[in-house]
């Protein structure tokens, strides 16, 4: 096949094909990037080499996904560092699936159809940020597979579709990671539209750079999210609700209905109310749903869009890789804490039943069970220490890599990272109950009055019988 294809190219195009082939495969590093180099290089270390031999030690049952959401934030973050244009933006995320129009929107949205190519091959993994150029052309820069920056002319990158290889016999586009494109009709100097690709189908699912891993984790780098729905498909699809539910749910996000000329439109603000009515039920928030076509005289041009960016583009920048890696550390503390407080109730009941034996026989049972449980407290605190100076070492190091490139990346505390969930109290109470030995009903106002005593006390004595135990209980406890 690549035979022939050679065949029916001119020798100037094989000879610039194979030019571009060379250049996507760059693998040497440049000398004023060195030092940066190795700096990246000792993060990547800690993810792909400590933090697994720690895991071997002991670790959550989802330290594959763990390890794997830190990989792809790591691999954002040198997009980050490698691209001086993009620390400074506002990043505003387009996502949604297959051939939704993200890369249409983007092209009508500077009013340049031949910006970004709209048919981008669905088994290639190719972020695209779009930033205000300079000068008067558009300069196209990408990251390769080795982590190095390459150079493309706009001519080179649109040629990166998926009839690339019918065409070339060359597969390009997957020897690239990420490419910014930086155009000079772009009206917002503070945004970074991020192009993402289409998140994956199942077959995808075991590969580590599948579309839907990449569009999750881009996605959630991003400050706004845009969502594109095609209007042909009624309303929005359960597959996109929830990949939406998968996102971080602080992100404003915007849900663009795409190709509404192909529609009546009574028909358009029966699906736009039927989108919003559906994400309010499944508790999704969204600012807006917005109805838009690219076709010229369309009735639903991107005008509203365009105030939503406008607003964005007043916005303050807030980069997040440094929470984001926090909260995979978060994750495995949390597993280790719970391990090492699971341990030590065991060792309590241990006691308890210590205290209530003399039989001798229990009493060694009990003692050898005793011993094994403390060496694995043990082990968990060796542990933790480990995860602890791991985490330091890579914060340190995050920061130092921040400060080079002029990205303020300070170790975030953990109270501002903490997710307030509603709380089961009545599951509390009945942890509590276990530990303590103590045989009682999870509603007994009893318990509740110990507990709460300081705030409900006072009140207690209304709802209880003057001739019932429990009320007789109650005031023993306020005496």
């Known amino acids: 096949m690549a035979d022939l294809l050679c065949t029916q190219l001119d020798e100037q195009a094989v000879r610039e094909r194979y030019a571009l082939l060379s250049q996507a495969c760059e693998s040497a590093a440049g000398k004023g990037n060195q030092q940066l180099e190795q700096q990246l290089q000792a993060l990547e270390q800690i993810i792909e080499q400590e933090l697994p031999a720690l895991a071997r030690k002991g670790s959550p049952d989802n330290i594959t996904d763990l390890l794997q959401a830190l990989r792809l934030e790591m691999a954002r973050f040198r997009e980050f560092c490698e691209y001086p244009a993009l620390p400074s933006k506002v990043v505003v995320g387009l996502g ?18 031949k910006c970004l190519v709209t ?7 190719l972020p695209t940020y779009l930033v ?9 820069h990408a990251i390769n597979l080795f982590n190095r920056v390459v150079s493309l002319s706009h001519e080179q990158f649109r040629t990166l579709t998926h009839e690339e290889k019918s065409r070339y016999g060359s597969q390009i586009s997957s020897l690239l990671k990420s490419v910014v494109v930086a155009h000079p009709a772009l009206p917002w100097d503070n945004l970074a539209l991020l192009d993402t690709p289409g998140y994956s189908k199942a077959d995808q699912a075991g590969s580590e750079r599948t579309d839907a891993n990449l569009a999750r984790a881009q996605l959630n780098s991003a400050q706004f999210i845009v969502w594109l ?11 996109d609700i929830v990949f939406l539910a998968g996102l971080d749910r602080t992100i404003p996000k915007i849900i663009v209905l795409s190709r509404a000329d192909k529609h009546p439109a009574e028909e358009i603000e029966k699906i736009v109310a039927l989108v919003r009515d559906t994400l309010a039920k499944r508790g999704l928030s969204v600012l807006d749903v917005i109805p838009f076509s690219n076709r010229p005289r369309s009735n639903y041009s991107a005008e509203p869009l365009l105030d939503y960016f406008a607003q964005w583009n007043k916005a303050c920048r807030e980069l997040g890789f440094a929470q984001q890696f926090k909260r995979q550390f978060m994750a495995y503390q949390r597993f280790i804490d719970e391990e090492k407080q699971q341990a030590q109730r065991l060792l309590g009941k241990f006691n308890r039943i210590l205290a209530l034996t003399d039989d001798g026989d229990i009493q060694d049972d009990i003692g050898s069970v005793q011993r094994k449980c403390k060496v694995v407290l043990v082990q968990q605190e060796q542990m933790a220490e480990e995860l602890v100076e791991v985490q330091s070492r890579f914060f340190s190091l995050l920061k130092q890599i921040g400060d080079r490139v002029g990205i303020p990346l300070p170790e975030p505390d953990e109270l501002s990272l903490l997710v307030l969930d509603p709380i089961n109290f009545s599951h509390l109470l009945l942890q509590l109950v276990d530990e ?3 045989e009682t009903d999870v509603f007994d106002p009893i318990l509740w009055a110990a507990l709460m005593r300081s705030q409900y006390m006072p009140s207690m004595d209304k709802i209880l019988r003057r001739d019932s135990p429990s009320y007789t209980a109650l005031c023993a406890l306020k005496a």
Do not use: H, M
């Open 436 to 438: 303590w030995g103590v």
């Open 119 to 125: 048919e981008v091959d669905p088994t290639t993994s």
């Open 96 to 113: 949604g699936s297959f051939s939704a129009g993200k890369s249409s929107l983007i092209n009508a949205l500077i009013g340049d159809r």
């Open 132 to 140: 205000q150029g300079k000068g008067e052309q558009t300069e196209v």
């Open 229 to 239: 729905v095609p209007a042909d498909k009624g309303t929005i699809t359960e597959e």
